[in-house]
C-alpha cells in the first residue's frame, strides 16, 4: 500500500515570496490534515479536511495560508506571502476517517524562508 | 499548559540499555498514540492503545487511564532506535484530531 506522498521535500524562499505545497494521502483516506512543524515542536494542526469540506481551520493563519482539497483527494497549502516564523516542516497526514484512528503522516516539507 | 506532557525532553543511553519515557494527559481521551520521528523523517505510529498494554518486538507501551499516564519503552536498545518519540492523544469529540506533546530525542550510544 503506497503511503502518504508529498513534494516537494524541500523548499528555500525569502520572505514576502508564495510557496505551495502538495500531499496526496493514502487511497480511501477521507481525512486529510495539514501540521506545522517547528523545531523542537509536536506539530500543530493548521487544517484538516473530511473529503473536500473542512472540518477545523481554526489554527490556520488565513491571511496568508490557504488550502484547499477540491477533489476530496490531494490537497494543497499555500502560503502567500512567506514570513520568516514561517520556516517548519509541514506535514500532512490521512486516516480512514473521523472516528479515532490511526492518522499516518507524509515525509514532510521543509521549508526555510529567508 | 499543554494538555500533553512527556519526560524527559532528552535522552541518551547506552546502547542495551532499558529505556522509558513518559506521557502524562490533563484531557478526557479516546485513544493514545506513540509516533517515532527520525531526523529529516516523517513520522511513523508505532502504537494506538486506549487500555492496557500492546507488545511490538522490543518495544511496550502501557497505559493507565485512571492515572492519565502511559509509559513507550525499549528493552536492549541499540543506535538505529535514536529518534524523537512524540506522544498524542485523540479526544473522540474532535474528529480523530491528534494533540501532541513536544517530543523526547532519543540517543543511544554504541
Known amino acids: 500500500e503506497a503511503g502518504v506522498a508529498q513534494s516537494p521535500r524541500y523548499k528555500i524562499i525569502e520572505k514576502r515570496q508564495s510557496v505551495a505545497f502538495w500531499c496526496n494521502p493514502i487511497?480511501?483516506?477521507?481525512?486529510l490534515y495539514w501540521y506545522q512543524q517547528i523545531l523542537g515542536q509536536g506539530p500543530k494542526l493548521l487544517i484538516q479536511?473530511?473529503?473536500?469540506?473542512?472540518?477545523?481551520d481554526s489554527q490556520l493563519p488565513k491571511d496568508r495560508f490557504s488550502a484547499e482539497r477540491l477533489k476530496g483527494v490531494d490537497s494543497t497549502l499555500k502560503i502567500q506571502p512567506a514570513k520568516l516564523e514561517d520556516s517548519a516542516v509541514y506535514l500532512c497526514?490521512?486516516?480512514?476517517?473521523?472516528?479515532?484512528?490511526?492518522?499516518?503522516f507524509g515525509p514532510g516539507t521543509r521549508l526555510t524562508v529567508t | 499548559k499543554n494538555e500533553v506532557e512527556q519526560s524527559p525532553q532528552n535522552l541518551t543511553a547506552q546502547e542495551g540499555e532499558f529505556i522509558t519515557i513518559n506521557c502524562s494527559y490533563s484531557?478526557?481521551?479516546?485513544?493514545l498514540h506513540w509516533l517515532q520521528q527520525h531526523p529529516g523523517g516523517g513520522i511513523v505510529s508505532l502504537f494506538m492503545?486506549?487500555?492496557g498494554k500492546k507488545k511490538h518486538g522490543r518495544l511496550i507501551a502501557t497505559i493507565n487511564i485512571q492515572e492519565k499516564h502511559s509509559s513507550l519503552h525499549i528493552t536492549a536498545s541499540h543506535p538505529r532506535d535514536s529518534a524523537v518519540y512524540i506522544c498524542?492523544?485523540?479526544?473522540?469529540?474532535?474528529?480523530?484530531?491528534?494533540?501532541f506533546g513536544t517530543g523526547t530525542s532519543l540517543t543511544v550510544i554504541p
Open positions: 487511497s480511501g483516506h477521507a481525512t
Open positions: 479536511f473530511q473529503n473536500n469540506g473542512v472540518v477545523d
Open positions: 492503545l486506549s487500555s
Open positions: 497526514a490521512s486516516s480512514l476517517g473521523l472516528d479515532v484512528y490511526e492518522q499516518y
Open positions: 498524542a492523544v485523540s479526544r473522540g469529540n474532535t474528529g480523530n484530531q491528534f494533540y
Open positions: 484531557v478526557g481521551i479516546s485513544a
